[in-house]
């Protein structure tokens, strides 16, 4: 026993080595081969014009990339994306946030009813969600469409309507992801200490004040992470009500940058030109991560700062 | 508080309104799988249906293993969402807790991983899980989700916001690595872990496109797979049971949301500590 | 509450691995044989209980149960034959595949440009002697001629065929004060059209819309338009122009429904379209579940011209590898193509019987169709049959998906017919070359 305390410190000195490696193993190895790999894999494939399964892969340089660029389509999609983000952003980040301040701090009963009832339609997955709606907004037929009727209202032909698309499959995804989002800024906002609020309250701040000046700021972390997911996962999801309801269309008004991607893989099955539009993607995702990393996360508040 | 009654009604009815859009389709597809299909379609209004009819459960049952499908689901989405959070868990302490090399650089590369479509790993996958035999086996379903970087993501986050000196003490005190994590790190991050899990159930519990690649066989089916069964362009989509396939997916997380729904509230509250 | 929280933890994780460790030991059975020595052999189709899930179910089991060589496993493919195509896509790339597949006509080049398959008349006469004359005894020639592919070869069997046929709302034309039995041509049916929607108020037509051309290609081509001549697109002419008019203008005077597919069928089941033209596979579902007087006539003929209706449907190919896979194979699509399967797999899709001797025969279908009468409008423009345009080349998919995005521009009205046609058709060819 008297030798314990040196070699507890290097066994301990070894460990803390070891330790962080041996931690980040399982998720380096599954994500490894199951991202990783693929994503390699990807933008090697972009330089091929391939289809997946003849046995010649031509390889053309740049021309994918130069075809994926010269092409008009590419460029109504990454509009159509930027629409997507923004609509995305206004239902299931804005939102979110407010009504999570208004339900801890402004509303004293029925908080338990709303945090249970907003989450309820995350449940439901976005197939079902999508063959509902279909039913349900049928612009000629549907339940919506005959109330409608009843005031001498006419519902427009939504599936066939640029922009209008963009915003019925907007609303569909955020259906279900909203709820999400919205437990997610509630537990940061609860976390946000109840004097420093009921002092402000006392100073007679508006509270739209309280809101910008203490509980955004508060709960940045939980914030910034919800603003990448609304973004990231949120065009993802967008994906199946695209690809149930109108499949990209009406001449690709509908489309975004992850459905145009499987679009040129799966249906047209150009390989090279999906996989050099989604490398395209992922320099511009990730030169947005590298952005959040260099300044919007130093301004994070984190409580153990 | 005096300021909160004026704005509270208001509030009320906003959410109300909300909530009767939110929960509107959901009643819909409720009432829906209890009607015949012709009534669907001649009196798409009411939700309430005046000839109450198990047909399309009926159906279901019949036509397909139902039981054992619900199953397949059910372990699927458990096992994957407890790998992720462990896998996720681990490496959220390691990223929050150590210092060591490449630290910035793997943290970087895990991240980034959150942002590639599935449209780029489906086939890729689909080829290692091929070769390793999985192909139509629930294993090759939950390979490829063991972990996820938004677990990651989410668990460094929450992790960074317990105070360092409960670690530091904890250290000094020679606690081993597995008991703070244990009995420190976890009852702090709980709520962020219990709302991932959620998540992460309900993801893996509703997936197909995935699944579709895998399973071939009617037996190792997975819910949403059941449902595609009845949704087909030529043909028509059978509408009631595509209702009623829907229901029994949205029953089961729902009831076990519902029996933990006092605890999970709870530990959302308790998220106050500081 | 810690102690629930732990307590859910276990009972999951021990479920889970227990339900796993079941899983394997069922899955390691599955073999290229059985545990009795048959074959094993994967049969891929597209059909959704809706669409004969049921049939191929039965026809899968009863073929095993008679068999004492093979050993048939059915997958179900969702999204029709693009998705299936997706899927065999993936297994290709693994270098494996399935036995025998569905192919939807329009991927008749690029399936057979893409995969590896066999002609079924190969795999015949290398081990089937007796079945030498199966596919000229059995199959009409201009319907074989459906599973030919640019470069004259056989590429597969015919097995599901569909044809559009107009249904009609009785009850709608009758209130309009219109002939019940619907319109004999396209400029008949358009008077019609615009007279529901003058009289009613409600919509005329709902031409089927789906992310595919053939109903665009009926309508063309029954004019005297031509898709495609000699490997080059051709739908441009005064014909085509003249009948894509008819649709367009329908559809700008809001007389025609311009909509995704699921829901312009839906608006015809619950009656606020008058006429709804698509695909015969539509019928139980229309048939079953309309309120309305609801009944079926043949596709409208242009004035004076002969009509010709692109096959909807699928071939059966045989895409197993090895000797054994492929006996197996042959096996198993002989009996699907017997008189009493494709009596049954009629009676489940509601596709029309590709071979002979199906239709009028008692083991048949002769009850099914008194019972049905809407099939009947189907079976009597059999002979109108012409392949779906399948565009050659690698670049087919592509030209057919130009014309797919062409069709929402005109009749969106961003584009004029004539303009859209031309446009389109030189992109196509300038694609092709």
Same mark, same amino acid.
Do not use: C
């Given at each position: 026993m008297t030798t314990t305390i040196l070699s507890i410190k290097n066994k301990e000195g070894r460990i803390q080595k070891i330790a962080p490696y041996a931690l980040l193993l399982p998720s380096l190895i599954v994500l490894g081969f199951f991202m990783f790999w693929p994503f390699l894999y990807t933008i090697y494939l972009s330089f091929f014009d391939w289809n997946m399964v003849s046995t010649t892969k031509e390889f053309v340089g740049f021309e994918n990339y130069i075809d994926v660029l010269k092409d008009p389509v590419t460029w109504k999609v990454m509009g159509n994306t930027m629409l997507y983000i923004v609509l995305l952003l206004a239902v299931n980040f804005v939102v979110p946030y407010i009504f999570a301040y208004v339900v801890e701090f402004v509303l004293q009963r029925m908080k338990g009813f709303y945090k249970s009832a907003f989450f309820l339609p995350a449940f439901i997955s976005l197939v079902v969600g999508s063959i509902l709606f279909t039913w349900i907004l049928n612009p000629v037929s549907g339940p919506v469409a005959i109330i409608a009727g009843w005031f001498n209202i006419t519902i427009p032909i939504w599936s066939k309507l640029d922009g209008w698309v963009i915003v019925v499959i907007t609303l569909i995804t955020s259906w279900k992801i909203w709820g999400y989002h919205f437990i997610l800024l509630f537990a940061s906002i609860s976390g946000i200490s109840k004097e420093v609020i009921e002092a402000a309250r006392l100073d007679n701040i508006p509270l739209w004040r309280i809101f910008f000046r203490i509980v955004v700021p508060m709960s940045s972390s939980t914030g910034i992470y919800v603003f990448i997911i609304t973004i990231v996962q949120g065009l993802q999801f967008a994906f199946t009500p695209i690809k149930v309801i109108t499949q990209g269309g009406p001449n690709y008004a509908s489309s975004n940058v992850i459905y145009q991607a499987f679009h040129e893989a799966f249906v047209l099955y150009r390989t090279g030109h999906s996989a050099a539009l989604s490398t395209i993607t992922m320099i511009i995702f990730i030169f947005l991560l590298i952005v959040e990393f260099k300044f919007v996360e130093r301004r994070i508040y984190y409580e153990n700062k | 508080m005096k300021i909160n009654k004026r704005w509270e009604i208001p509030w009320h009815i906003i959410f109300f309104i909300f909530i009767l859009v939110l929960l509107y389709p959901i009643f819909y597809a409720l009432g829906f799988s209890l009607k015949s299909l012709q009534d669907a379609y001649n009196s798409p209004l009411s939700i309430i249906p005046k000839n109450i009819t198990f047909e399309n459960f009926n159906q279901?049952?019949?036509?397909?293993?139902?039981?054992?499908?619900?199953?397949?689901?059910?372990?699927?989405?458990?096992?994957?969402?407890?790998?992720?959070? #462990?896998?996720?868990?681990?490496?959220?302490?390691?990223?929050?807790?150590?210092?060591?090399?490449?630290?910035?650089?793997?943290?970087?590369?895990?991240?980034?991983?959150?942002?590639?479509?599935?449209?780029?790993?489906?086939?890729?996958?689909?080829?290692?899980?091929?070769?390793?035999?999985?192909?139509?086996?629930?294993?090759?379903? #939950?390979?490829?989700?063991?972990?996820?970087?938004?677990?990651?993501?989410?668990?460094?986050?929450?992790?960074?916001?317990?105070?360092?000196?409960?670690?530091?003490?904890?250290?000094?005190?020679?606690?081993?690595?597995?008991?703070?994590?244990?009995?420190?790190?976890?009852?702090?991050?709980?709520?962020?872990?219990?709302?991932?899990?959620?998540?992460?159930?309900?993801?893996?519990?509703?997936?197909?496109?995935?699944?579709?690649?895998?399973?071939?066989?009617?037996?190792?089916?997975?819910?949403p797979l059941a449902l595609q069964m009845y949704i087909s362009s030529e043909g028509g989509t059978n509408f009631t049971v595509a209702m009623a396939v829907s229901v029994i997916t949205m029953i089961i997380p729902l009831t076990l949301y519902l029996t933990f729904q006092k605890y999970i509230i709870g530990t959302f509250v308790s998220s106050g500590i500081k | 509450m810690k102690k629930v929280y732990s307590l859910m933890f276990l009972l999951l994780l021990v479920t889970g691995l227990a339900a796993c460790t079941g899983e394997k030991e069922e899955s390691s059975s599955e073999a290229a044989t059985n545990s009795e020595g048959k074959t094993v052999i994967e049969y891929w189709h597209v059909n959704a209980e809706t669409q004969g899930g049921k049939t191929v179910e039965e026809l899968v089991s009863s073929f095993n149960e008679q068999s004492e060589t093979v050993e048939v496993v059915a997958k179900y493919n969702p999204d029709m034959y693009k998705g299936l195509m997706q899927n065999l896509q993936a297994e290709a790339a693994a270098g494996t595949s399935p036995a025998v597949v569905q192919v939807g006509w329009a991927f008749l080049d690029y399936f057979s440009n893409t995969f590896e398959y066999t002609e079924p008349q190969t795999i015949i006469d290398q081990h089937f002697p007796d079945d030498k004359t199966f596919l000229t005894d059995n199959f009409l020639p201009n319907i074989l001629d459906l599973a030919v592919n640019n470069e004259g070869k056989q590429v597969g069997i015919p097995y599901s065929l569909s044809t559009p046929v107009l249904y009609l709302n009785k009850d709608l034309l009758r209130e309009a004060g219109l002939d019940e039995n619907g319109p004999k041509t396209w400029e008949e049916l358009k008077t019609f059209a615009e007279a529901v929607k003058e009289k009613t108020g409600k919509y005329g037509l709902y031409i089927q819309e789906p992310a595919d051309n053939w109903a665009t290609q009926a309508l063309l081509e029954s004019n005297g338009a031509q898709m495609i001549t000699n490997g080059k697109a051709t739908f441009a002419s005064e014909e085509g122009i003249q009948a894509y008019s008819l649709w367009a203008d329908l559809v700008a005077s809001k007389s025609a429904l311009h909509i995704g597919w699921d829901q312009g069928v839906q608006s015809f089941i619950d009656g606020n379209v008058a006429m709804l033209y698509t695909t015969i596979a539509q019928r139980s579902n229309v048939q079953n579940n309309a309120k309305f007087d609801v009944a079926t006539v043949k596709s409208p003929a242009w004035e004076g011209k002969q009509v010709k209706l692109p096959a909807g449907g699928a071939m059966l190919a045989i895409t197993a590898k090895g000797e054994e896979q492929q006996k197996a194979a042959w096996e198993f699509m002989k009996y699907l193509y017997s008189v009493e399967s494709i009596a049954k797999w009629t009676e489940g899709t509601g596709y029309v019987p590709p071979r002979e001797g199906v239709a009028d025969a008692e083991n048949g279908l002769k009850q099914f169709l008194e019972e049905n009468e809407m099939m009947q409008a189907a079976i009597d423009q059999m002979d109108v049959v012409v392949p779906w345009t399948s565009f050659p080349g690698d670049a087919g998919l592509q030209a057919e998906q130009m014309l797919i995005d062409m069709r929402d521009q005109v009749l969106s009205g961003s584009i004029t017919v004539e303009e859209g046609l031309k446009q389109t058709q030189e992109q196509i060819n300038s694609l092709l070359q």
């Open positions: - | 279901l049952f019949t036509s397909l293993p139902a039981l054992k499908i619900t199953w397949n689901t059910f372990v699927i989405a458990s096992v994957v969402t407890i790998f992720k959070i #462990i896998t996720s868990f681990l490496a959220a302490y390691a990223f929050v807790y150590f210092i060591f090399k490449g630290k910035n650089v793997i943290y970087f590369f895990l991240i980034s991983t959150i942002f590639l479509p599935f449209t780029i790993t489906m086939i890729p996958n689909y080829l290692i899980i091929s070769s390793l035999g999985l192909a139509d086996s629930v294993w090759g379903v #939950i390979l490829p989700q063991l972990a996820d970087a938004m677990g990651i993501f989410l668990l460094t986050q929450a992790m960074r916001s317990i105070p360092v000196s409960l670690i530091e003490v904890a250290r000094l005190d020679n606690m081993e690595h597995w008991r703070i994590m244990k009995d420190i790190v976890l009852p702090l991050v709980r709520p962020a872990v219990t709302s991932t899990s959620i998540w992460f159930f309900i993801m893996a519990w509703n997936e197909y496109v995935w699944p579709v690649l895998i399973l071939k066989t009617v037996d190792n089916y997975t819910l | -």
